[in-house]
């Protein structure tokens, strides 16, 4: 987690990081690092039903969330292949942030409220 003042260099810390991974990929693949892919998101500028997904109270459907979204493609895409870091760039919110907490695991698998765990 970065945290800390607007412009203080969190974005370009986490990206710097970012291309330095990647780069050992290329240029020294005995050290067996994986490239690093970013799935960056402000959880602000969204609904928490846009985030976390939410049912239909008529069709009684559930609609996937972004979070949902990313956190799928993350975990069964070629799992193998690459990092992928989910990057909640923007304000920390108590709401969003307990909302997070609840859907999390303690094994850092997240538990949809449609009873799917990822």
Same mark, same amino acid.
């Given at each position: 987690?970065?945290?800390?003042?607007?412009?203080?260099?969190?974005?370009?810390?986490?990206?710097?990081?970012?291309?330095?991974?990647?780069?050992?990929?290329?240029?020294?693949?005995?050290?067996?690092?994986?490239?690093?892919?970013?799935?960056?998101?402000?959880?602000?500028?969204?609904?928490?039903?846009?985030?976390? $997904?939410?049912? +239909?109270?008529?069709?009684? %459907?559930?609609?996937?969330?972004? #979070?949902?979204?990313?956190?799928?493609? @993350?975990?069964?895409?070629?799992?193998?292949?690459?990092?992928?870091?989910?990057?909640?760039? $923007?304000?920390? +919110?108590?709401?969003?942030? %307990?909302?997070?907490?609840?859907? #999390?695991?303690?094994?850092?698998?997240? @538990?949809?409220?449609?009873?799917?765990?990822?």
């Amino acid at each position: 987690m970065l945290v800390g003042p607007a412009n203080s260099g969190k974005t370009t810390t986490y990206k710097v990081l970012q291309k330095a991974l990647t780069t050992i990929v290329r240029t020294d693949p005995s050290m067996e690092e994986k490239p690093v892919e970013t799935f960056v998101l402000n959880p602000k500028s969204i609904t928490l039903p846009q985030l976390y $997904g939410s049912y +239909d109270m008529i069709s009684q %459907e559930f609609t996937d969330g972004i #979070l949902g979204s990313i956190f799928r493609n @993350c975990a069964y895409k070629d799992a193998d292949t690459a990092r992928r870091w989910m990057i909640f760039d $923007g304000p920390v +919110d108590a709401e969003w942030i %307990e909302n997070m907490n609840t859907v #999390l695991d303690d094994n850092k698998k997240l @538990c949809l409220m449609n009873g799917e765990i990822i």
